[in-house]
């Protein structure tokens, strides 16, 4: 399920990524479209960590999906090196918190997580 999830999440990135290069192309609009892009980067590094230890991704898998947000986030106005720093960020943090909880209390939270996840995408996408 996490990995539909995950898929999902790819998907409204490169939704964000399409409507926020039309509105990018005025220059009030770019700081709120790399804001966007650097909240958008943390939070894929915070799924990424929840991937690595809820999902059933492979570490290519996950590579790709990074390298393919990365590209998304440059169209934003975020540097590969700005990507780089978010991305890591949230994954950093994410990765902290799972270190914290036995074994139990993580599959709790996989399990919570992708409820959550569902049920938010399930919303927007109808």
């Known amino acids: 399920m996490l990995k539909s999830i995950l898929t999902r999440l790819l ?42 230890v809820c999902g059933d991704y492979t570490k290519d898998q996950l590579a790709d999906m990074k390298a393919k947000q990365k590209q998304q986030m ?23 918190r799972w270190d914290t909880m036995s074994k139990a209390e993580q599959e709790s939270a996989c399990e919570e997580l992708q409820q959550q996840m569902s049920q938010a995408f399930n919303g927007m996408i109808k």
């Open 11 to 52: 998907a409204a990135s490169i939704t964000i990524t399409a409507f926020g290069s039309l509105h990018a192309q005025s220059p009030e609009a770019a700081p709120n479209m790399a804001q966007m892009g650097h909240q958008l980067a943390t939070f894929s590094g915070s799924m990424h960590s929840a991937a690595e």
């Open 74 to 96: 440059s169209q934003m106005g975020l540097t590969a090196e700005e990507f780089d720093t978010a991305f890591d960020a949230g994954k950093k943090k994410t990765d902290e």
